[in-house]
């Protein structure tokens, strides 16, 4: 009995189980073998079962690769060592002159990749505020060969209209990349709405349990899929098998993870904007957010993050964060587990105090990585550090 595969019929929890992964032909191993080996036999000369070299090819690596391109629906995804590398690998596809348009409130590695990685190769990046289209519109020249969208932003989880810029990016020649990492396939399907390749940290929440490095490029653009295919193995920042297997197994959760995540962001969210200690509350699906209708327009749901402000500055985000138990104090995000950190001198430590605070990373900022504990047990930990703050 053929198992489904990659089959569009499938919906989206089906293909999160079972995209590329039909039993092992010579085991029947319901789950994928963790193939380990760097090199592959030949039969003769000329002749191979299409993997030779495991930086090239490997087969756990292959199978998270189609189970990615089902999720997004991309005719091709690439699996790399990390998400700065698989955003290195789209940088590396252009070319000394080229110009680069991205939003100003990016993720602090791809900012600093831009800046101080490919700036000095040639490649010139505008920063603008994407939530007005104008912007984006003013921002666009002849040589304008990328436009760069994170969306919902980090840690401000503003929300850029992907369809809008798409149209806008296409009509003056450029590719759009997406990074879909915050929302995750599960909730946005950047390509549907017109983007041309997406990027995912997979560390986040497709692999969602905190134990692996790695990022990925999806597309169905078979021409940037090749030249992608060819830097992958050029450069060579491929995913180990290990990790490979990993990411597969979490991605069997993704549909049921993110329900959680969002159902208890929009919970805590909510509560948290009536809390006298918090000034104000950063999350796509609140009411008061004036880009909620977008939000909903181009998600199915508003996510696991949350940003807020605290009242009383750098000392008062101290006893806050000094206090929590449950939450972590870390990067990342996306993990089973609760997590909460400090963009300004944390997360986005490498972007210049002028720049961060222009786009809202003031001293008073926190970001919260809403994991899968009770919800009731998360807000009992907030309210107790929310009361050390009154201290501070
Ligand atoms: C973490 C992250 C990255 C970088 O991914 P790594 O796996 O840490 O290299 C890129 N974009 C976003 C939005 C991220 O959160």
Redesign the pocket.
């Known amino acids: 009995m053929a198992k489904p595969t990659s089959d569009r019929r499938w919906a989206f929890d089906t293909l999160a189980i079972h995209a590329g992964q039909a039993p092992d032909p010579q085991s029947g191993a319901v789950m994928p073998p963790i193939v380990l080996a760097s090199t592959f036999a030949h039969e003769r000369l000329g002749a191979h079962r299409g993997f030779e070299y495991g930086r090239t090819g490997n087969p756990t690596r292959n199978t998270l690769e189609a189970c990615l391109a089902a999720l997004e629906g991309g005719s091709e995804a690439l699996a790399f060592g ?6 290195t690998a789209l940088l590396q596809t252009l070319r000394p002159g080229d110009h680069v348009v991205a939003c100003d409130d ?2 602090g ?2 900012f600093r990749l831009l800046d101080k990685v490919f700036g000095p190769l040639g490649v010139v990046t505008s920063w603008v505020d994407m939530t007005d289209l104008d912007n984006v519109r003013a921002a666009l020249r002849d040589d304008t060969a990328l436009v760069w969208i ?1 969306t919902p932003t ?1 840690p401000m989880l503003r929300i850029i209209d992907i369809a809008a810029v798409a149209k806008i990016s296409h009509a003056a020649g450029a590719l759009v990349g997406v ?1 879909n ?2 929302a995750t396939p599960a909730l946005q399907r950047p390509l549907k709405l017109g983007a041309d390749v997406v ?6 929440y497709l692999n969602g349990h905190s134990d692996v ?3 990925a490029l999806i597309t169905s653009d078979e021409p940037l899929a090749e030249r992608l295919r060819f830097i992958q193995n050029a450069a060579g920042a491929v995913l180990s098998p290990f990790d490979s297997f990993l990411v597969l197994r979490g991605l069997k959760t993704l549909p049921l993870r993110m329900e959680r995540h969002c159902a208890s962001a929009a919970s805590l969210a909510a509560w948290l904007e009536g809390r006298p200690e918090v000034e104000r509350v950063f999350y796509p699906g609140l009411p008061s957010n004036p880009q909620r209708a977008l939000a909903a327009r181009q998600m199915s749901a508003f996510g696991g993050m949350i940003s807020a402000v605290i009242r009383g500055g750098l000392p008062a985000v101290e006893a806050f964060l000094g206090s929590v138990e449950l939450f972590t104090l870390a990067e ?3 993990g089973v587990e609760s997590l909460i950190e400090h963009p300004a001198t944390m997360t986005h430590g490498s972007v210049p105090r002028a720049q961060r605070e222009a786009v809202g990373v003031v001293d008073g900022l926190v970001r919260i990585s809403v994991g899968l504990e009770r919800e009731a047990d998360l807000r009992a930990d907030l309210v107790r550090a929310l009361e050390a703050t009154a201290l501070a």
Request: charged share 10%; glycine share 18%; proline share 0%.
């Open positions: 990390s998400g700065c590398a698989a955003i990016v993720y590695g791809t994170e980090n990074d990492t915050f990027a995912h940290s997979m560390t986040k490095i790695g990022g990342s995000l996306g």
